[in-house]
Antibody
């Protein structure tokens, strides 16, 4: 059974970089043909796709965030990571890591990141 | 890429059937048979309920069914139960560079 777990600071100051890591267990992140995604959800609002990385290492990002987002993978640690730069209060949200494209079958539990000084 | 349009809320009594719509365009919902539905309870991660328009993952109740007509996909919950009270999101493959677009979300209330 594949499991995903987000980790990282729960509080980030404005203008700084938000960094989160997703650790995958129960399966190798580099096996199969999967997309590994980051999705966020501001309190009381809907899901917003941030970006994804494919098993091959190729990435694509939400155009509205593209200039600030980097997603990378560390296959030796079975992890993938999110960096979002120049954050503002509008980036406060629960951040989920997940596996899949359209059919997202595995999700992390989510981690709340608050942007505040 | 605009979000797919869902009604903000849908309600029904226990035992009834309800249907949630998800309206897109010919570039997403209407153009591909790649529509999924997710259920999200408060404070929890979304759960995949339907994929490829009408397929249920293992373990999902057969009270949940999906369909599509033109640019609109639908999720029907039959025999509504208290545990079905949650937010529901659709998603679709899209021809845009993002490849995927989510719906605006629907809150289902069991009266």
């Amino acid at each position: 059974q594949v499991q995903l777990q987000e980790s990282g600071p729960g509080l980030v100051k404005p203008s700084q970089t938000l960094s989160l890591t997703c650790t995958v267990s129960g399966g190798s992140i580099s096996s199969g043909s999967y997309y590994w995604s980051w999705i966020r959800q501001p309190a009381g609002k809907g899901l917003e796709w941030i970006g994804r990385i494919y098993t091959s290492g190729s990435t694509n990002y939400n155009p509205s965030l593209k200039s600030r987002v980097t997603i990378s993978v560390d296959t030796s640690k079975n992890q993938f990571s999110l960096k979002l730069s120049s954050v503002t209060a509008a980036d406060t949200a629960v951040y989920y890591c997940a596996r899949g494209l359209i059919e997202i079958d595995y999700w992390g539990q989510g981690t709340l990141v608050t942007v505040s000084s | 890429q605009s979000a797919l349009t869902q009604p903000a809320s849908v309600s029904g009594s226990p035992g009834q059937s309800i249907t949630i719509s998800c309206t897109g365009t010919s570039s997403d919902v209407g153009g591909y048979n790649y529509v999924s539905w997710y259920q999200q309870h408060p404070g929890k991660a979304p759960k995949l309920m339907i994929y490829e328009v009408s397929n249920r993952p293992s373990g999902v109740s057969n009270r949940f069914s999906g369909s599509k007509s033109g640019n609109t996909a639908s999720l029907t919950i039959s025999g509504l139960q208290a545990e079905d009270e949650a937010d529901y999101y659709c998603s679709s493959y899209t021809s845009s560079s993002t490849l995927e677009v989510f719906g605006t979300g629907t809150k289902v209330t069991v009266l």
